[in-house]
């Protein structure tokens, strides 16, 4: 089955570093996406993971392990503002699917001073 | 650049009540869909389509249906509302899997509530 899990809540200090993590299990896999949702409003794309590896953006870092079915979202520096939602998705791409976006429950993160 | 838009923000509809939220986005991406977002569930897929003239049902599509006639437009109607479709909608585009750039844009939202 499809599954994507992270947890539920975190809560970190500002200008501190927070690792936000997520495992899956899906049929196939065709890149891992992490997107911030501040309360009330739409996703938008933080970082894209195909590849096993770390993909660095500023202050913030996604990192892959296929094999292990693992990905993070690393926030370095945290800021008032990076409170917010994150939510881990996988693409499924496989012979039966036309890649799919399936979304984790999200991490809510709160940023406190 | 508009990207994805989506109309209307809020809505409240009667149970029973049908309507239609829009969704439109000028990147010329293959890929548009629907999720719902629900506390503590997540974005669950409702309909997806890959192509004009081309949908296909996702996780949760019952009470939903979808129509693809161009390129840029891919509206969802509720059938005949009822209180479980109380929830925030999101429509997304993305050009397809195996592109280089194939992270989706989300539309800002449509907060429905049925009562």
């Known amino acids: 089955g499809q599954n994507i899990d992270q947890p539920t809540e975190m809560t970190a200090t500002e200008g501190a570093i927070v690792q936000i993590n997520c495992t899956y299990q899906?049929?196939?896999?065709?890149?891992l996406f992490w997107y911030q949702q501040h309360a009330g409003e739409a996703p938008t794309f933080l970082s894209y993971n195909v590849l096993d590896g770390l993909e660095e953006k500023g202050r913030f870092s996604s990192f892959l392990s296929r094999s292990k079915g693992y990905s993070y979202l690393l926030l370095k520096e945290l800021q008032m503002k990076d409170s917010a939602s994150y939510l881990c998705a996988v693409r499924d791409w496989w012979g039966g699917s036309q890649g799919n976006l399936i979304f984790g429950k999200g991490t809510k993160l709160s940023v406190k001073p | 650049n508009a990207g994805v838009t989506q109309t209307p923000k809020f809505q409240v509809l009667k149970t029973g009540q049908s309507m239609t939220l829009q969704c439109a986005q000028d990147m010329n991406h293959e890929y548009m869909s629907w999720y719902r977002q629900d506390p503590g569930m997540g974005l669950r897929l409702i309909h997806y389509s890959v192509g004009a003239g081309i949908t296909d049902q996702g996780e949760v599509p019952n009470g939903y249906n979808v129509s693809r006639s161009t390129t840029e437009d891919f509206p969802l109607r509720l059938l005949s509302a009822a209180p479980s479709q109380t929830s925030v909608y999101f429509c997304a585009s993305s050009y397809s899997p195996g592109r280089e750039v194939t992270e989706a844009f989300f539309g800002q939202g449509t907060r429905l509530t049925v009562v």
């Open positions: 899906t049929s196939g896999f065709n890149g």
